[in-house]
């Protein structure tokens, strides 16, 4: 499901893993490159993976940390309530 840009921001900078402006400037590039598509609410704006961005992942999956795919995995299971609760209004 897609998620917001806080929501999407709120995971990086909670594990310290790096500052709001890289956060930011990361999704643009995401974005341009075709790996996430952005969808533009009233005051909000929507990521979702692409096709693309999903078979990118693909290729990374075994090269992930196992930490930060636990950090991944815990942020997912204590906000995924939430998250999907956001997203539906």
């Given at each position: 499901?897609p998620?917001?840009?806080?929501?999407?921001?709120?995971?990086?900078?909670?594990?310290?893993?790096?500052?709001?402006?890289?956060?930011?400037?990361v999704?643009?590039?995401?974005?341009?490159?075709?790996?996430?598509?952005?969808?533009?609410?009233?005051?909000?704006?929507?990521?979702?993976?692409?096709?693309?961005?999903?078979?990118?992942?693909?290729?990374?999956?075994?090269?992930?940390?196992?930490?930060?795919?636990?950090?991944?995995?815990?942020?997912?299971?204590?906000?995924?309530?939430?998250?999907?609760?956001?997203?539906?209004?």
């Amino acid at each position: 499901f897609p998620l917001s840009n806080t929501q999407s921001s709120n995971f990086f900078l909670e594990q310290e893993y790096t500052d709001y402006f890289r956060v930011q400037e990361v999704i643009g590039d995401l974005v341009d490159a075709n790996l996430i598509h952005a969808e533009s609410t009233h005051s909000n704006t929507q990521y979702s993976l692409t096709s693309a961005g999903k078979e990118t992942l693909g290729f990374f999956k075994d090269k992930l940390n196992d930490g930060i795919e636990n950090d991944v995995q815990g942020f997912f299971e204590k906000n995924k309530l939430e998250f999907r609760q956001e997203n539906s209004i």
